[in-house]
């Protein structure tokens, strides 16, 4: 990872992870890798279905899915799962998602200030095999997060984490 993500991280904290690799020229999943290791846990995408199964877990979210052309941001409740092909199934009243999971490459927990406000974020995000963000969960959005709230993200968070990765060289 180049030094220079993780200078632009450090400079601008509260900017959206993707203008920053718009910026930069990189893959978003590089952004997110550069992130100091307090504010992002590498998680286990061995583990995925199990990972998502938990998000019910944590009640009402905010989902957020981009391409190319369109973001699409989503409050909703994770639940009413099923695999149907190539298609990881969350159906629920408010949330009607189908994931190809073979494409899922990345799983972080992340702790960001928010890009308005700059109160501290907390998300589960999710990258392709590209290294763009497949899906986001986040727990709060501009707004403080509860207790109970928090120490989901944790256990979480600390439940689902990957290996340790190497520390940063500067």
Do not use: C
């Not at 100091?36 to 944590?58: F, G, K, N, Q, Y």
């Not at 998602?97 to 990345?106: D, S």
């Amino acid at each position: 990872m180049s030094d220079r993500i993780r200078d632009a991280v450090e400079k601008n904290p509260r900017k959206m992870t993707l203008q920053l690799a718009r910026d930069l020229g990189v893959p978003e999943v590089e952004v997110i890798r550069a992130f100091p290791p307090d504010r992002v846990a590498e998680l286990d995408l061995t583990r995925w279905e199990d990972l998502l199964r938990r998000l019910e877990d944590l009640g009402d979210v905010r989902v957020l899915v981009s391409n190319g052309a369109t973001t699409v941001e989503v409050a909703g409740r994770f639940g009413n799962f099923s695999t149907t092909g190539e298609f990881f199934n969350v159906q629920t009243e408010t949330l009607d998602m189908h994931i190809r999971w073979a494409e899922l490459a990345g799983a972080f927990a992340v702790e960001k200030p928010a890009h308005l406000g700059g109160t501290t974020t907390y998300s589960f995000q999710f990258f392709d095999r590209a290294g763009a963000a497949a899906l986001k969960v986040f727990l709060n959005f501009g707004e403080s997060l509860s207790p109970e709230r928090l120490r989901l993200f944790h256990e979480l968070r600390d439940g689902f984490r990957g290996p340790a990765r190497p520390a940063a060289r500067r």
